[in-house]
């Protein structure tokens, strides 16, 4: 099996790929642009765009690498995820060939954690047909499927097993590691021994867009970083094994979601507000742009005062390649239609310069922050609370705008 390596945005030119794994990897890994290298009938120049993590052809293995050093992303990944104290989550910082490498490790060290006291038993509602009662008759499902029959009789009972929705996310995230090449016989040892250890839980085929919440209690706590990585497993990981095409399977990032998922969470943190207070993507609150209100718009980041909105902002990891200044424009219909005096436009440091806009005839101001994500943990945190101070200050102008239109 060949091995390419790719990174995030960069271009690699006379790459061979037989037809079966160009058009493969086009279905599969549609973010990466492969277009004919120039003078060559079986070359392709393949750049991919912010999505990061491995892709497996068979024949072809292509790792596709972060701009930023993988520890970098494991922090903004294990913050992203929902861990307030980021460190819960410890992955193997270690050098790693891929990322799907670096994340296993911290996957199974959390595994350990969750086990250490054996497997979670949890009450599941089981509806069955018994010759003997047990727990309470279902009626309605006796009179319509066995209305002249006493036996057997349709109940629905509580029973107390392992066979929860913790240890099936779990039991499915396991069985989709076990179906990637791993090089590390410890990890592939590892998750054996806890697919085992699971063997009474019913295997689940999740959508990874609508995973099951679940409800942490003091009495399920311990599994929280567990299933946490669990889910994040399988949002990464799909399989194409269509008769007729190479078989495929890819575990992928992309660092726009993640990108834009750590800053919302950090900035809230850093603000001490609640999701209702600091949404993300206008999801509890209506922001439109017309009278109408059929232009609904949807910024990444905003503070709301039960229904008036007192800050929004945007977040890129990448700068718009459509428009030189669309992310800007965008920036101004927010303000526009929240009327607020300005906004805050926060970039992966590289992206932009910070700078200020001064918009004429609208009197807004828009600025421009980068965050440099290449430095430590700390020193990443330190910025946000910056970008939160300035937050806090931009609230307070549009506070005192509106007092002033009051009075």
């Known amino acids: 099996m060949r091995l390419l390596t790719l990174t995030e945005y960069r271009t690699k030119q006379g790459v061979a790929l037989s037809a079966g794994e160009r058009d493969t990897l086009r279905q599969v890994a549609p973010f990466i642009d492969i277009t004919p290298t120039p003078g060559t009938s079986a070359c392709y120049d393949l750049r991919p765009g912010s999505t990061i993590g491995t892709v497996d052809l068979g024949t072809l293995a292509i790792e596709i690498r972060p701009k930023l050093p993988i520890d970098r992303v494991l922090f903004l990944i294990s913050y992203a995820l929902g861990q307030r104290r980021w460190r819960e989550i410890e992955f193997d910082l270690a ?20 086990f250490r006291h054996g497997v979670l038993q949890g009450y599941r509602v089981q509806e069955e047909a018994l010759l003997t009662i047990r727990g309470r008759i279902r009626f309605e499902d006796q009179i319509r499927r066995r209305f002249d029959q006493m036996l057997p009789i349709e109940v629905r009972y509580d029973e107390f097993t392992t066979d929860i929705e913790e240890n099936r996310l779990l039991r499915a995230a396991i069985e989709r590691l076990r179906r990637l090449r791993l090089r590390s016989p410890r990890i592939r040892h590892a998750l054996h021994a806890f697919d085992a250890l699971l063997a009474d839980v019913a295997p689940v085929s999740y959508d990874p867009r609508q995973l099951p919440s679940i409800t942490w209690t003091r009495l399920n706590e311990r599994y929280r970083p567990a299933v946490t990585l669990a889910k994040l497993i399988l949002r990464a990981t799909s399989f194409d094994m269509r008769p007729g095409h190479v078989r495929a399977s890819t575990f992928l990032i992309d660092m726009n979601e993640v990108f834009e998922d750590f800053v919302v969470l950090a900035l809230r943190d850093a603000l001490n507000l609640r999701s209702t207070e600091f949404p993300q993507g206008n999801a509890s609150h209506s922001l439109t742009l017309n009278r109408a209100k059929t232009l609904t718009l949807k910024p990444d980041i905003s503070w709301w005062d039960g229904k008036h909105c007192l800050f929004v902002g945007d977040v890129k990891y990448k700068r718009t390649t459509i428009g030189q200044h669309d992310d800007i424009y965008q920036l101004l219909a927010y303000t526009v239609a929240a009327d607020l005096p300005g906004g805050l436009l926060i970039y992966a440091a590289g992206e932009r310069e910070p700078a200020r806009h001064d918009i004429v005839h609208l009197g807004k101001h828009l600025e421009v922050i980068a965050l440099d994500l290449a430095g430590p943990p700390e020193a990443v945190l330190r910025q946000i609370d910056h970008v939160a101070g300035r937050i806090r200050q931009l609230r307070q102008q549009a506070l005192a705008e509106r007092s002033c239109v009051l009075v």
């Open 95 to 114: 050098p790693a060939p891929s990322l799907v490498e670096a994340i296993v490790p911290g996957f199974v060290s959390q595994l350990h954690r969750a």
